[in-house]
C-alpha cells in the first residue's frame, strides 16, 4: 500500500526470512561464523540460541545459501516430532530410500547409516539443521545424541546444528542431557541489537527495498528501536506499522510520534510515550519554557511595530536569466515568496499538470494520484533531495513550497538550470530563481516515471534475474561500450563496475544497487521521446 508513496519496490519490513535483508551486525557475523565452523568441522554439535526475533532462522537461510555444493543438507523446522517420525523426516530431507519397516527406530537409522557412508566414500558431508531445538522431547535428543555415534575411525558422519530459544541452553543443562551437552563443540548466544546497530538495521534494510533519501526522520529510528527492544522482529513490525501511519497521515517522513502510535497498535496498548525521567524533565522544563515564549511574543510584537527609516525604497525586482546563465532583462523573473501568498495550491492541480506533461489526464475526487499512474503504466517516487538531485534525475517533478507565513502549495516543477526554473502554480506557470526554490522549499518532491520492466525491482550485485539483460542493454547502449557477456541474467562483478562507473559520472551514489532513482536516470539517458524531461527554461 505505502511502497509506491515512498519510492518503494517492496515492504522493506516483512518479517519473512529473507537472506537478502540479512544485515551483518558484530553479532550476527559472530554466529554465521560458528554456524561455517561447524559445517566446516568434523563431528559434534553446534548450538545457536536467542530470543524469539533476534534473526536466527534469517542466519539459517544465509548458512543455506554458503553451503559448498559437497554438502547436503537435512533441515527440520518443525521438531515437534516422535523419534521415529524424526528419523524419517531427515531420511525424507536427505532423499535416503525408506525401509520397509518404517516404523522402527534401528530399521530407519540402519536406513541413515548406509547413506552416510556412502556419502562419505564420495567426499561428501552431511549435515543435519534443527529449527526451534527447545522443542525436542527427552527421547528424541537422546536420538539425536545417538547419531553422533554414526563414524568411521575418524571423523564423525553426521554434523548436526541445533537453533532454538534461550529454553534450549536449560534443557541441556538438565542432568540427564549431560552426555549431548559434552558433545558440543560450539555455542553462541545471539543478543539484542544495540541503538546504533538497530538504526543501521533500519537504514540497510529501507536501501535493499530500493528506498532513496531519508524515509525515517531524526529520532524516530532511536524511537523505533526503544520500543522494539533492539529484537529485530519486532523492529520490522514497529517500522512496517509506522510507515503504513506516515502513508496513511500523508507525512513524507516517519517521525517519532507516528513510531509511538504505531508500537501502540502493534502492542495493544496506550500510546507509549517517553521514559518516566525524560516526562519529568519535560514537565520540569514547561514553567521556563512558558515565559521564554511571552519574551519572544513581547519581542515579536516590538519587531512588528512600524518605525521610521531612512530609506523606503523598494528592494529591485530580481533579474530574468536565460537558459545559459546570463541576465536576460527582456524576461520576468517572480518572486516566488509572494506567489506563495494567499490560498494554497492543492495537490490535485499539480498532479494535473503532472499528468499532463506526461500526456495523460488526472481525475480528482477518484482512486489516488499514484493508483491512476501506475493504471497507465507509471510509478510514483516520493523522495527528499536538493536540486542538484533534480537535475540528475531530469524529469518534471512536484514540490511541496512553504511560504514564510506557513502556507504550503504543491507546484509541479517542468523546467531547470542553474539560476531559474518553471514552476506551475494554481494552473499560471512561471519563472522563478533557483535561489527562491531552494529557500522555500524542504526536500521533498514527487516524480512520475514509466518503468522499463514488467516489475518494479532493485538489482544488486548476485542477482540473477531476466531483467538483467534490460540493464546491461542500456548500460551499453549509455556507455558505448558493450558488457560482456551480454546475454547474461546474472549481475556479476563485470556489471557491476559499470553500474558504480556509470552512477559516479551521473552523480549518484556509487553503492552499485540499481534503484528506482539509478533506473530513472538510464531511461531519461536513453532518450526516449514519451518521456518528459526537466530542460532548460525556454
Known amino acids: 500500500m505505502y511502497t509506491s508513496f515512498f519510492g518503494l519496490h517492496e515492504k522493506p519490513f516483512s518479517i519473512t526470512p529473507d537472506p537478502r ?49 559437497t554438502a547436503d543438507v537435512a533441515l527440520i523446522l518443525n521438531p515437534q516430532l516422535s523419534r521415529v517420525e524424526f ?58 545424541r545417538l547419531l553422533t555415534n554414526l563414524e568411521t575411525t575418524k571423523q564423525k558422519l553426521l554434523q548436526i546444528i541445533l537453533i532454538g530459544q534461550p529454553e534450549l541452553r536449560d534443557l541441556l543443562a538438565r542432568n540427564d542431557m549431560r552426555q549431548l551437552a559434552q558433545r558440543i563443540t560450539g555455542r553462541y548466544h545471539l543478543e539484542p541489537l544495540t541503538r546504533v546497530e538497530a538504526e543501521a538495521y533500519i537504514d540497510h534494510r529501507v536501501k535493499v527495498a530500493g528506498g532513496v533519501g531519508r524515509i525515517f526522520a531524526d529520532g524516530s529510528r532511536r524511537e523505533i528501536f526503544r520500543l522494539g527492544r533492539g529484537i529485530p522482529r519486532m523492529i520490522n513490525v514497529i517500522a512496517d506499522r509506522a510507515l503504513l501511519g506516515a502513508f496513511t497521515a500523508e507525512s513524507s517522513q516517519v517521525t517519532p510520534e507516528i513510531v509511538r502510535r504505531a508500537a501502540a497498535e502493534v502492542y495493544d496498548q496506550p500510546v507509549i510515550g517517553l521514559p518516566s525521567w525524560r516526562r519529568w524533565l519535560r514537565q520540569a522544563a514547561m514553567p521556563a519554557a512558558v515565559a521564554a515564549s511571552v519574551a519572544l511574543l513581547g519581542i ?8 521610521p527609516s531612512s530609506s523606503t525604497a523598494p528592494a529591485p525586482p530580481t533579474p530574468a536569466v536565460q537558459s545559459g546563465g546570463a541576465i536576460d532583462r527582456s524576461q520576468q523573473v517572480d518572486r516566488l515568496e509572494e506567489l506563495l501568498q494567499g490560498e494554497p495550491s492543492g495537490a490535485d492541480a499539480a498532479f494535473a499538470e503532472l499528468f499532463s506533461l506526461w500526456g495523460a489526464t488526472y481525475t480528482p475526487g477518484t482512486t489516488s494520484a499514484c493508483e491512476q499512474a501506475e493504471a497507465l503504466g507509471l510509478r510514483c517516487l516520493y523522495q527528499r533531495g536538493t536540486l542538484a538531485d533534480l537535475r540528475t534525475l531530469d524529469m518534471p517533478v512536484i514540490l511541496t513550497l512553504r511560504s514564510r507565513t506557513g502556507v504550503e502549495s504543491d507546484a509541479v516543477l517542468s523546467t531547470l538550470d542553474d539560476e531559474v526554473g518553471q514552476l506551475s502554480l494554481r494552473g499560471k506557470r512561471h519563472r522563478v530563481s533557483a535561489a527562491d526554490i531552494t529557500g522555500s522549499w524542504q526536500g521533498n518532491f514527487l516524480v512520475l516515471w514509466r518503468p522499463a520492466t514488467a516489475e518494479v525491482k532493485a538489482f544488486a550485485p548476485g542477482t540473477k534475474d531476466p531483467d538483467i539483460l534490460w540493464l546491461r542493454a542500456s548500460l551499453a547502449a549509455i556507455q558505448g561500450e558493450a558488457i560482456p557477456p551480454m546475454q547474461s541474467d546474472l549481475y556479476d562483478e563485470a556489471l557491476e563496475e559499470r553500474v558504480r562507473q556509470y552512477q559516479r559520472e551521473r552523480q549518484l551514489t556509487a553503492d552499485g544497487l540499481v534503484s528506482q532513482q539509478t533506473q530513472i536516470a538510464i531511461l531519461a539517458d536513453l532518450g526516449s521521446t514519451s518521456t518528459p524531461r526537466l530542460a532548460r527554461p525556454e
Request: proline share 4%; net charge neutral.
Open 21 to 69: 535483508y540479512l544485515y551483518m551486525s558484530e553479532r550476527h557475523a559472530e554466529a554465521l561464523a560458528h554456524l561455517l565452523y561447524g559445517v566446516k568441522e568434523a563431528g559434534g554439535f553446534i548450538q545457536l540460541t536467542g530470543e524469539v526475533g533476534t534473526g536466527k532462522t534469517m542466519l539459517v537461510r544465509s548458512l543455506l545459501q554458503q553451503m559448498p555444493e
Open 87 to 144: 528419523l524419517g523426516a531427515i531420511c525424507e530431507e536427505l532423499r535416503v530410500p525408506m525401509p520397509e519397516a518404517r516404523n522402527s527406530v534401528k530399521a530407519l537409522t540402519d536406513a541413515l547409516n548406509r547413506y552416510l557412508l556412502d556419502n562419505h566414500s564420495r567426499g561428501r558431508r552431511t549435515i543435519l539443521i534443527v529449527d526451534e531445538a527447545q522443542n525436542l522431547r527427552p527421547d528424541v535428543l537422546e536420538q539425536v
Open 300 to 307: 515579536g510584537a516590538w519587531l512588528l511595530v512600524p518605525r
